[in-house]
T-cell receptor, first 115, second 108 residues
Framework: GAVVSQHPSRVICKSGTSVKIECRSL??????MFWYRQFPKKSLMLMAT?????????EQGVEKDKFLINHASLTLSTLTVTSAHPEDSSFYIC???????????FGSGTQLSVL | AQRVTQPEKLLSVFKGAPVELKCNYS??????LFWYVQYSRQRLQLLLR??SRESIKGFTADLNKGETSFHLKKPFAQEEDSAMYYC??????????FGQGTTLQVKP
């Protein structure tokens, strides 16, 4: 079945550094990628939607200069948390959809801890 | 192992029939369970969460800790309920684990 690979699964970084999270669709072309943020025991929060080759659409309240999303190919999208601070510590998860069917496939998530 | 299982890939019912989308989980603590819905070519939306005990669009879900289940139910399905439904679990670490999803098809 279709697989979405998300790396790294866990990252610990110092405040002020940037962290890049990759999301790859392994056996299908992901025309749309969604990036979510998850706080403990809370509902998933959509951060942005990206379509291959175009700029990402950010949800209200999400800083696009802080959370850089690149979807340069049909199999890869990246989320870069720039100048990370402790409040950015969270679980980030991507999901990918293809134009062939409407099912979403989820990455395994990235636990970001900013010290 | 932490896991969410939705055993049915596709559930097809007629309009007006009862619906039950199954979700079983495996988690060694006290998780929070969610149901998310994705309507045709739209973004994923939160449908309900067990902690709020709400009924959204006629759907309910009860957390059964003994059976480790969180099945989604609706007494009378409507055509507009046709969508993808995802069961998800969130634990103390914040990690969110999704089930594989179930396509609900409500036929007229």
């Amino acid at each position: 079945g279709a697989v979405v690979s998300q790396h790294p699964s866990r990252v610990i970084c110092k405040s002020g550094t940037s962290v890049k999270i990759e999301c790859r669709s392994l056996d299908f072309q992901a025309t749309t990628m969604f990036w979510y943020r998850q706080f403990p025991k809370k509902s998933l929060m959509l951060m942005a939607t990206s379509n291959e080759g175009s700029k990402a659409t950010y949800e209200q309240g999400v800083e696009k200069d802080k959370f850089l999303i690149n979807h340069a190919s049909l199999t890869l999208s990246t989320l870069t948390v720039t100048s990370a601070h402790p409040e950015d510590s969270s679980f980030y998860i991507c999901s990918a959809g293809s134009s062939v069917n409407e099912k979403l496939f989820f990455g395994s998530g990235t636990q970001l801890s900013v010290l | 192992a932490q896991r969410v299982t939705q055993p049915e890939k596709l559930l097809s019912v007629f309009k007006g029939a009862p619906v039950e989308l199954k979700c079983n989980y495996s988690y060694s603590g006290s998780p929070e369970l969610f149901w998310y819905v994705q309507y045709s070519r739209q973004r994923l939306q939160l449908l309900l969460r067990h902690i709020s005990r709400e009924s959204i669009k006629g759907f309910t879900a009860d957390l059964n800790k003994g059976e480790t289940s969180f099945h989604l139910k609706k007494p009378f399905a409507q055509e507009e309920d046709s969508a993808m439904y995802y069961c998800a679990l969130s634990g103390n670490t914040g990690k969110l684990i999704f089930g594989q999803g179930t396509t609900l098809q409500v036929k007229p």
